[in-house]
Structure formats: structure tokens, C-alpha cells
T-cell receptor, first 115, second 110 residues
Framework: SAVISQKPSRDICQRGTSLTIQCQVD?????MFWYRQQPGQSLTLIAT?????????ESGFVIDKFPISRPNLTFSTLTVSNMSPEDSSIYLC????????????FGPGTRLLVL | QKEVEQNSGPLSVPEGAIASLNCTYS??????FFWYRQYSGKSPELIMS????GDKEDGRFTAQLNKASQYVSLLIRDSQPSDSATYLC??????????FGAGTRLFVKA
């Protein structure tokens, strides 16, 4: 399996502030994704992190709210900007390894609570 | 729109029984199929992958794929309380993006 780490593992933030989540993957990972999982819900894809270029966002997610960087193959950040309590969620970094199986692996997640 | 459908449950089975989890998908071009287990408060963990029609066994887990019926299932034999979790079905249609179902909650009663 791919090795994916995230930090912070959890945070409590005040509304109106921003939080940047970092994700580090092993060198076997090619594609990187960011997901959100709200309490009791399934995974929602936020965006595909593209190396050296702008991320590809899914419907309902915009760069101003969720800026994403991927300066190199193994590192990406997701920022949750101008947070509100509705942003309270688990944010998951995910990666797909090289090779034909396209198996997707997940980091441990960042649990965010916005007060 | 490509979809992956699962019964949300909860599915409740007694300890030692077989738990059967089902999933259907809409895109006939789908090529890769995965089952993830997610414990409460944790991230999804891959437990099975299957790529061709038929059964694939790994320990107490058996994945079954029927592409003609667009149906994939997961059987858990000798279910244990530690198997209690949400099980996510995931389907890859050929690109690098995988579509996840909403998950089925499984409770194994001791």
C-alpha cells in the first residue's frame, strides 16, 4: 500500500480563519486527491491536485475557498479559507499509485472543528 | 452521471454469520472494483480489489463481480464484532478518478 501522511491530525479553529492541511505521499503515488467527509456522510471529492499547476475542482468547490498546491510529486496542501461551522469535517488526502490497478489509498485524515 | 449504489443499512448480523454487502454501478465500462472498510473516525482502508468476473477470496473476505449485471458484492465469513464498520464500494471507470458509494454500515452482534 502507499504511504500517505497528513498533518495536522485534528484542529479546532475559529470562524473566519484559515487552516492549511499538508499531505506527504511516497514516491510511488502519481495522482493526488482531496476529499471531504462530513459527519455520517460518504466521501466527497473536492479536487484533483495537479503537480505544478492549478488543481481540478469538482462541482460545488472553488479555488478561493479551497486553494490547493502541489509543488512536487509527493507533497500537496489544502487550505480551508474563511472557515465557517459548516466546514467542520474530516479532510482526507488520497493517492493513486503508479501501475495499472489504479488502487486509491487514503491518509489518516484531518478532523476539523470550526467554532 | 456515473453512479455507485449501496444500501446504507445498517446491516446487522450475529457473530459467526456471513455478512453480505452489495453494490451496483452504472458505467458498463468500469474496469476496477474495490471494497474499503472505514471504522468510525478513521480513514478508509482498502480490503479487497477485483478486476474480472467471478470470485476472489482473501481470508474471511470474498469479493464477487458480475459485469453483465453491473454488480459487485463482498462476503464476510465468520463475522466478528471487530468487523463492525462502514463498507465502501468503489469503482474505477478507466481514468484515475474512482467513484465511491455512500457505504453500508455493518453491525456484528456478539
Amino acid at each position: 500500500s502507499a504511504v500517505i501522511s497528513q498533518k495536522p491530525s485534528r484542529d479546532i479553529c475559529q470562524r473566519g480563519t484559515s487552516l492549511t492541511i499538508q499531505c506527504q505521499v511516497d514516491s510511488q503515488v502519481t495522482m493526488m486527491f482531496w476529499y471531504r467527509q462530513q459527519p455520517g456522510q460518504s466521501l466527497t471529492l473536492i479536487a484533483t491536485a495537479n503537480q505544478g499547476s492549478e488543481a481540478t475542482y469538482e462541482s460545488g468547490f472553488v479555488i478561493d475557498k479551497f486553494p490547493i498546491s502541489r509543488p512536487n510529486l509527493t507533497f500537496s496542501t489544502l487550505t480551508v479559507s474563511n472557515m465557517s461551522p459548516e466546514d467542520s469535517s474530516i479532510y482526507l488526502c488520497s493517492g493513486v499509485r503508479t501501475g495499472g490497478e489504479k488502487t486509491q489509498y487514503f491518509g489518516p485524515g484531518t478532523r476539523l472543528l470550526v467554532l | 452521471q456515473k453512479e455507485v449504489e449501496q444500501n446504507s443499512g445498517p446491516l446487522s448480523v450475529p457473530e459467526g454469520a456471513i455478512a453480505s454487502l452489495n453494490c451496483t454501478y452504472s458505467d458498463r465500462g468500469s474496469q476496477s472494483f474495490f471494497w474499503y472498510r472505514q471504522y468510525s473516525g478513521k480513514s478508509p482502508e482498502l480490503i479487497m480489489s477485483i478486476y474480472s468476473n467471478g470470485d476472489k477470496e482473501d481470508g474471511r473476505f470474498t469479493a464477487q463481480l458480475n459485469k453483465a449485471s453491473q454488480y459487485v458484492s463482498l462476503l464476510i465469513r465468520d463475522s466478528q464484532p471487530s468487523d463492525s464498520a462502514t463498507y465502501l464500494c468503489a469503482v474505477n471507470t478507466g481514468g484515475f478518478k474512482t467513484i465511491f458509494g455512500a457505504g453500508t454500515r455493518l453491525f456484528v452482534k456478539a
